[in-house]
């Protein structure tokens, strides 16, 4: 389930409002730069290539028979998880 941010609307110094807000399809989760992807789809995001490669194989040594890749987004350029 996704987690729920708040905002908290000032209209009036009496009046404070807090409005939670869900992510939806429309609007896009923040993104890091390499994206863990499995069979093709996209699971999670990472800042850094080695963070993203520690639990891509840590999920292909648990499940040999799935594809796991990282990708790429700033050099667009997809790599293939081995398992260890």
């Known amino acids: 389930m ?7 609307i000032r209209e ?3 009046r404070v409002e807090e409005v ?5 399809q429309r609007k896009r989760p923040e993104v890091g730069r390499f ?3 499995v069979d093709r ?3 999670s995001s990472y800042k850094t290539a080695e963070a993203a490669a520690a639990v891509g194989t840590a999920i292909k040594n648990g499940h040999p028979k799935v594809q796991v890749a990282i990708y790429d987004t700033v050099d667009n350029v ?3 998880v081995q398992p260890s």
Do not use: P
């Open 2 to 8: 996704a987690t729920k941010a708040k905002l908290t």
């Open 35 to 37: 994206l863990l992807q």
């Open 20 to 24: 939670e807000l869900r992510t939806t």
């Open 12 to 14: 009036n110094e009496d």
């Open 41 to 43: 789809q996209t699971k």
């Open 78 to 80: 997809s790599t293939v």
